[in-house]
Structure formats: C-alpha cells, structure tokens
C-alpha cells in the first residue's frame, strides 16, 4: 500500500521559514517524479514545484522561485520543500505528489498516481 505522508507545516511569521517533508512507503521511489501542490478553499490545486526522478531536475512556479527549494533523498524515500520568505499568499494545504509515468514533474494534478493528505501553511502578516 502506497503512502504519502506530509510533515512540517505550521504557523509562521511573513518572512520566516519551513521546512516541508513527505515519507514515501509502498513504491520503488526512485522511478517516481515527485511534485508539491498547494490548494486554498475555493480555488484548484497548484503546482508549487516538481524535481525529477534522479533529482537532477527541479522545476518552480513562478510565484516561488527564489524562495523555495525542493530536493529528494531517494536513499530515505523522502522528497522536502524548503521554503524561505515566506508571505501570506503562501498560506494553503500543501501537499505531496508522486508521479509514475512521466520523468520530469508534471504542472498538471491529473499526472500524479499517488497524494498525501496535506500538511497546512499558515503564514501570519
């Protein structure tokens, strides 16, 4: 049984930081691209940012690049966003994804084989 399991969201002040993981269980990770996502009530899942299955390739929304940086450990099965500079608009449910059939990360939720169940952001002004 594939699990996803989000870890170290939180309440942060504008400007501060966190550090995001997910504990793959269940799949060979290493031939899974991993993406994160985020979502707000109201509004769909974005793509937040993607790394390949290798790691060698990591790929950003425009609205975080330069703040946030994904990276895997395919030896721990474990995918992490690190994110710096935070700001309110970041607040959401960010979430972990896995990724069979393509090498690159996907933009697009539909892609993903496998989610977690999200661990929330709060970032305060």
């Known amino acids: 049984q594939v699990q996803l399991v989000e870890s170290g969201g939180g309440l942060v002040q504008a400007g501060g930081s966190l550090r995001l993981s997910c504990a793959a269980t269940?799949?060979?990770?290493?031939?899974?691209?991993m993406g994160w996502f985020r979502q707000t009530p109201g509004k769909e899942r974005e793509f937040v940012a993607g790394?390949?299955?290798?790691?060698?390739?990591?790929y950003y929304t425009d609205l975080v690049k330069g703040r946030f940086t994904i990276s895997r450990d395919n030896a721990k099965n474990g995918v992490y966003l690190q994110m710096f500079s935070l700001r309110p608009e970041d607040t959401a449910v960010y979430y972990c994804?896995?990724?069979?059939?393509?090498?690159?990360?996907?933009?697009?939720?539909?892609?993903?084989?496998?989610w977690g169940q999200g661990t929330q952001v709060t970032v305060s002004s």
């Open positions: 994804a896995a990724d069979f059939k393509y090498g690159v990360p996907s933009h697009s939720p539909s892609a993903y084989d496998y």
């Open positions: 269940g799949l060979n990770f290493g031939v899974y691209a």
């Open positions: 790394i390949s299955r290798s790691g060698d390739f990591t």
